[in-house]
């Protein structure tokens, strides 16, 4: 039987030359080469940490979470999880101790890896999960997980998984402010990879320069398999600071990056990142975000590069894009492209109904890219998926009559922060159980650099007294730092309609020029 797996089909697409280099560690700040990982480094450390885990006997379908900075070893624990046959389970390095717990209780890994500098919290919260083992991994790869792998052999037959096998689970926030997993197969991440190697032209002479985090599907999949699957090298950078990736442009051909990266990037242009710098780049991709009008022109105008659009989600990995080939048509600005060879998108009407060319409704999909349900949520699967089969991704668009998908908004109460998803309903839930607040409502506004920006705008109970400081200070020690309002306004009341519902789109309209550059 053919090995399904994900990691066999990147393990056979290496190089014939293992000792040549594939990635290169970047100081984050200046951009100066740290250390060379060559294709051998790469099937070593993964067949390390594949016997690591395999060694330890670990029920079939075990989740391995991970919530660790970036460092080229961190890539090398997720292809070990693949090659051992287990499931990967990325965590933001932003999330604080109760954003953790969920998701360990919820997911029940076998296995935790966490910063030394996280462990005291963490293994408390894997202790009373029954997660069998916790590891460490700090930003310079060195921990207990590097450790016990070291001492393991260089040689791995990769495990065999079928297609449809579970591969890793995403967390995405759900309306309810409960995070779901996505789950996620080999089928998917690997059918979505093939298509986007072949779609943007990749090849072993590509250079990426990979300044994402990699505990999302644009830094962990799109960037990093694409570069892998094409033996392509990669310039690895645990952290995005414009300075640098410009420093290194000059030797790059393929840069991903959300709008936020774009916004910062033409910031710092100033006199490099001109065409020049540019000369040997071949595709600069955004996405995860809308990108603005004035971002996709100011950069063409810079760089004389036309910035390719692609559009996706957590649960089915890459949609759209815009076309990499002229001859398939130019890429154009405020839209997504077309849907990728071998998906299907349509636009709904709210009854179900197909809409027509130019008309606006809720966008859905299929594919051999859009995953298997929500880890444990069967109600969720029934909700989100129509009965003829379709996934729907609370996204509204349209289709034109040249078949380009553009997003128009979002039916889903979905906060987009420098492309980080922030769900109003969960920052509320927060603020609601503080002393003395009686309601609140939390709406993104316009912001220059982040795309949006969150606000929460909160009611006190009566003869309450509130701090919108001390709202935030609180906010800030409980969850991720991007999902804390940068501001909070205090009111005496909500807007509401005759039905009683908030109307955020108001609160929006009066706080529309906070951020305003
Ligand atoms: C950091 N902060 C943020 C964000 N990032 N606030 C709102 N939104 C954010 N995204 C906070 C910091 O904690 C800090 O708070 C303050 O803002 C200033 O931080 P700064 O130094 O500017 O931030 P940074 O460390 O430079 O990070 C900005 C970033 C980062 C590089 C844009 O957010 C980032 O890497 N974003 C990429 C996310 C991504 O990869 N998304 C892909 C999802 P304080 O001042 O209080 O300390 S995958 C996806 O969506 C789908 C599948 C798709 O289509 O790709
Ligand atoms: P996530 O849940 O992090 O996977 O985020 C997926 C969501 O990001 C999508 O449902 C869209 O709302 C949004 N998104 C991704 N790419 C784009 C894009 N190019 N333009 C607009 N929105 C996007």
Known sequence: ?????????????????????????????????????????????????????????????????????????????????????????????????????????????????????????????????????????????????????????????????????????????????????AMLSHRNLLSNAQTLVSYWGWSGRDVLIHALPIFHVHGLFVASHCALLSGARMIWFAKFDPTAVIARLPEATVFMGVPTLYVRLLANATPRLMQATCTNMRLFIAGSAPLLIETFNEFRERTGHTILERYGMSETCMLTSNPYDAAHGERRGGTVGFPLPGVSVRVSDDKGGRCAVDDIGGIEVRGPNVFGGYWRMPEKNKEEFTADGWFKTGDVGKIDGRGYVTIVGRSKDLIISGGYNVYPAEIEGYINEMTGVAESAVVGLPHPDFGEGVIAVVVAKPGAMLDADAIVATLKGKIANFKVPKRVFIVADLPRNAMGKVQKNLLRQEHAKLFAA
């Not at 994900?6 to 700040?29: C, K, M, Q």
């Not at 991970?66 to 961190?74: L, N």
């Not at 051992?84 to 101790?97: D, E, I, K, R, S």
């Open 1 to 181: 039987m053919e090995n399904e797996n994900l990691f066999a089909a990147l393990r056979v697409a290496f190089p014939a030359n293992l000792d040549a280099p594939a990635i290169d560690a970047a100081d984050s700040a200046t951009g100066t080469s740290l250390r060379q990982y060559t294709w051998r480094d790469i099937d070593e450390a993964t067949a390390r940490i594949a016997n690591l885990l395999s060694g330890m006997q670990l029920p079939e379908g075990s989740r391995v979470a991970v919530q660790t900075e970036k460092s080229v070893e961190a890539l090398m624990l997720y292809l070990g999880v693949l090659r051992a046959g287990y499931v990967y389970l990325p965590l933001n390095t932003a999330y604080q101790a109760a954003e953790i717990e969920y998701f360990v209780g919820n997911a029940e890994p076998a296995v935790v890896v966490c910063s030394p500098k996280s462990l005291p919290w963490v293994q408390p919260i894997a202790d009373a999960a029954r997660v069998t083992k916790v590891f460490t991994l700090d930003e310079n790869g060195l921990g207990t997980l590097s450790d016990a792998a070291a001492a393991q052999s260089t040689a791995h037959a990769t495990a065999v998984r079928k297609a449809d096998d579970l591969a890793a689970i995403l967390y995405t926030s759900g309306t309810t402010g409960r995070s779901k997993g």
